[in-house]
């Protein structure tokens, strides 16, 4: 039997791709509107998923005894979250991991556009400066003064990132020591507050 030969996608038919995936269109759609096999269309999501901050695309299998299951089952109720986020967020935190929660990834997403466009305003500058200068003229001194502007304002959201990770890392570092302190409590015997 002849082997079926498959094309390969252009960027813009990737990013076209990848646009209908995040739409919803089913792997089996797609793999036929690009001739193109469902385990390409999936090698491409995996590699777009593990470029994310928060991609889960590994899997960790850990072993415990029935009681540590009830331990960890009664520490996801008292914290309302299913067994694999406690799981999860008790490993990470104790290993210093920082986690981004979905209203901090909204903040950033928001603050990447702000700087994003900003930097696309850089752009623009230079490569007005640089035209000039080909053409051996001065560079006007309004060029240089929405320059430095644009640059403030990078360092203007910059800051405000770091405002946010700080203070969400405060927040998950108190978080986490509450994790740890009802954590020991059980093993004591304690009953946690």
């Not at 096999?37 to 999501?45: A, D, E, P, V």
């Not at 644009?150 to 203007?156: D, E, M, P, S, Y």
């Not at 990132?161 to 015997?189: F, P, T």
């Amino acid at each position: 039997m002849p082997r079926r030969k498959f094309s390969r996608l252009t960027n813009a038919q990737k990013q076209a791709l990848r646009g209908e995936l995040d739409a919803k269109v089913p792997v089996t759609e797609l793999a036929k509107k690009y001739a193109v096999s469902r385990r390409t269309i999936y090698n491409l999501k995996n590699r777009w998923d593990e470029r994310l901050p928060q991609s889960r695309s590994k899997v960790l299998t850990v072993r415990v005894s029935a009681e540590d299951m009830e331990r960890l089952d009664a520490l996801a109720k008292d914290l309302d979250l299913s067994r694999a986020d406690t799981a999860r967020r008790v490993l990470l935190y104790a290993a210093g991991i920082y986690h981004i929660e979905p209203p901090e990834a909204g903040e950033i997403a928001e603050l990447t556009k702000e700087v994003s466009a900003i930097g696309r305003n850089v752009n623009q500058a230079v490569r007005a400066m640089n035209a000039a200068v080909q053409r051996g003229q001065k560079i006007p001194r309004l060029l240089l003064d929405q320059l430095a502007h644009q640059l403030h304002q990078i360092a203007r959201e910059n800051e405000k990132a770091r405002s946010l990770m700080g203070r969400r890392a405060q927040q998950q570092r108190a978080h986490v020591d509450q994790i740890v302190e009802a954590m020991k409590g059980r093993e004591e015997g304690a009953v946690p507050d």
